[in-house]
């Protein structure tokens, strides 16, 4: 005989949504090398390089304290950022895949994975901006070496270093993490749409900038805003990803 | 009594101009071992993929344990499904992936995975892209068999497994299945393989689904018929003929249908060789197209 099952079924045990949520998190740190070891290898080799210069430089005896300010200018710092893009495409392009085989829903694993990608942010923000204070405290590894203390980094304090350090951090994995949802929803279409989109967006944005003559003026606000205002402004572009991909993955499908 | 787990009415899902999948209806049991036969591209895998909520269906209704798979936790955590060309994380090898498992699948049994990796003899440190093609078919069949999910798909489980490892996954299977049971499908085109093992069949070809019945109904449902020409044509003329060759005067034709005693009487009589058909068989004149359309056309002059 058969019965058909007309009311939802009934859960046999209580599985909480944040169980749910965080073991796609648990997933991603599966393998620690993705998003801890590789970033901080190529981190510590940027280092390696920096000291061994900074030592040869001392031995040479050549004018350290501006070799300490030339420093400053390199972007060693950011090293990682490139792979982390990578990691932010291959958590959505490979990994979601993988959880949904194993029954997690799009919704969930966009979730997690947004999760995933906070806490890798905060741990990366209080380690970089720690190794800032650290620099300057042992005056460039004993070397007046300026790996860390660059850019915009050292000049407003550890708060300053770790705020923009994580809203980079999060824009970064999340543009590489979204852009490829539309892959996933749209494929190759969705793709160019996407390009196309964006570069009509960008010279559109540039002409009427030009055509106004608003330039100054938008210089203006970003010199008014500063460097804490500029992440706060990568920040919020970070979230428009976030919320972006949870939209346009909750209908994708893997291949 | 058994309950539907799976009830699929007009389910469609087209890629552009193809339709992979073209308004089939079907329904699963309860614990039962189903078979989903087809050839390559069938739509077999498309249909798991509508099932476990990995692909929207275009037209049709669905309810897997009563409601649309898709985005529905409460109901994907009773699925489980492997593909067959099922994707991992780049840095992953398969003790990743049994670590992973129990986090997703409630009814984990860790010491039946241990097991099945040391029967498969599955190198868990190796990365599973590096694995061989049965290697990582043994990946899907351990967690298949091991997550013990209400509703288990097997996508190609025999791809590249050698017999030993074939076999192992036939009597593991059994084992578990008595002991837990489930509702288990199994897409294969490697039929006669796992002909004993299933309970139901449903055979699917160009998105439709062409047979849907019990196993033990299809076995012997059909037979061969052979001997000499005139003598074959005479006794299939008013059957189905589903399948039809022939060598100068000799005949050899397949008729669907049981046979009773009076047939069988006349058919000795006839002179006629009577031969059950596997269900290899069975589905090959089921599936072969241009046999088909041959059959039609000689039905038609018959």
């Not at chain 2, 929207?56 to 067959?84: K, M, Q, S, Y």
Request: net charge neutral.
């Amino acid at each position: 005989m058969t019965a058909v099952l007309e009311q939802p079924t009934v859960r046999t045990e209580p599985r909480s949504r944040v169980g749910e949520i965080w073991r796609v998190v648990r997933l991603h740190a599966v393998t620690p090398s993705v998003f801890f070891g590789i970033p901080w290898i190529i981190l510590g080799a940027a280092w390696l390089v920096m000291i061994i210069i900074g030592i040869i430089a001392g031995a040479a005896g050549a004018d350290t304290v501006k070799m300490g300010e030339g420093m400053r200018y390199s972007w060693a710092v950011l090293s990682p950022q490139w792979y982390l893009v990578a990691v932010g495409v291959q958590a959505i392009g490979l990994t979601m895949s993988f959880a949904l085989g194993f029954g997690a829903t799009r919704r969930d694993f966009w979730l997690g994975t947004g999760l995933m990608f906070g806490i890798v942010s905060l741990l990366n923000a209080i380690a970089i901006a720690t190794l800032v204070q650290l620099e300057k405290l042992t005056n460039g590894w004993w070397l007046k070496v300026s790996m860390f203390d660059s850019l915009w980094y050292g000049q407003g304090g550890w708060l300053v270093d770790f705020y923009t350090t994580f809203a980079l951090q999060l824009f970064v994995l999340f543009i590489g993490a979204s852009v490829t949802t539309v892959f996933l929803r749209w494929r190759m279409r969705g793709m160019l749409v996407l390009a196309f989109g964006a570069i009509a967006l960008a010279l559109g944005g540039v002409a009427i900038a030009t055509l106004t003559q608003s330039w100054p003026a938008i210089f203006t606000w970003f010199g008014s805003i500063g460097v804490v205002g500029v992440f706060t402004v990568v920040l919020g572009l970070a979230l428009v990803f976030a919320i972006g991909g949870y939209v346009v993955i909750r209908r994708a499908t893997p291949r | 009594m058994t309950r539907t787990v799976v009830r699929a009415s007009g389910l469609t899902k087209r890629y552009g101009s193809f339709t992979a999948v073209d308004a089939v209806d079907f329904t699963l049991e309860e614990n039962r071992i189903y078979g989903l036969l087809g050839r390559n591209g069938a739509g077999k895998t498309t249909v798991m993929q509508m099932l476990t909520g990995q692909i929207f269906p275009n037209d049709g209704e669905l309810e897997v344990f009563g409601r649309t798979p898709a985005e529905h936790a409460d109901v994907l955590r009773r699925l489980c499904f492997i593909a067959e060309s099922q994707r991992y994380p780049d840095a992953f090898n398969a003790a990743h992936v049994l670590k992973a498992a129990p986090w997703f699948f409630e009814n984990w049994d860790a010491a039946f995975a241990d097991r099945l990796v040391h029967d498969f003899r599955l190198p868990l440190k190796r990365y599973i892209k590096k694995l061989s093609r049965g290697q990582l078919s043994a990946v899907g069949v351990i967690v298949g068999l091991a997550s013990r999910a209400p509703l288990t798909f097997f996508d190609e489980p025999y791809l590249g497994l050698d017999a030993v490892a074939r076999q192992i996954f036939y009597d593991r299977l059994l084992e578990d299945y008595t002991e837990h049971p489930r509702t288990i499908v199994l897409s294969t085109h490697l039929i006669d393989e796992v002909a004993n093992l299933l309970e139901h069949l449903l055979i699917i070809d160009q998105g439709r689904i062409l047979l849907d019945r019990d196993a033990d109904e299809v076995r012997g449902s059909a037979t061969t018929v052979a001997g000499g020409r005139a003598a074959v044509e005479s006794f299939v003329a008013d059957r189905a003929v589903i399948g039809r060759e022939g060598l100068g005067g000799l005949a050899s034709v397949t008729i669907d249908g049981r046979l009773d005693r009076a047939d069988r009487v006349r058919a000795a009589e006839l002179g006629l060789e009577l031969a059950p058909v596997s269900l290899q068989q069975l589905i090959v004149h089921l599936t072969g197209a241009d046999l088909r359309a041959g059959t039609t056309e000689q039905e038609v002059a018959a």
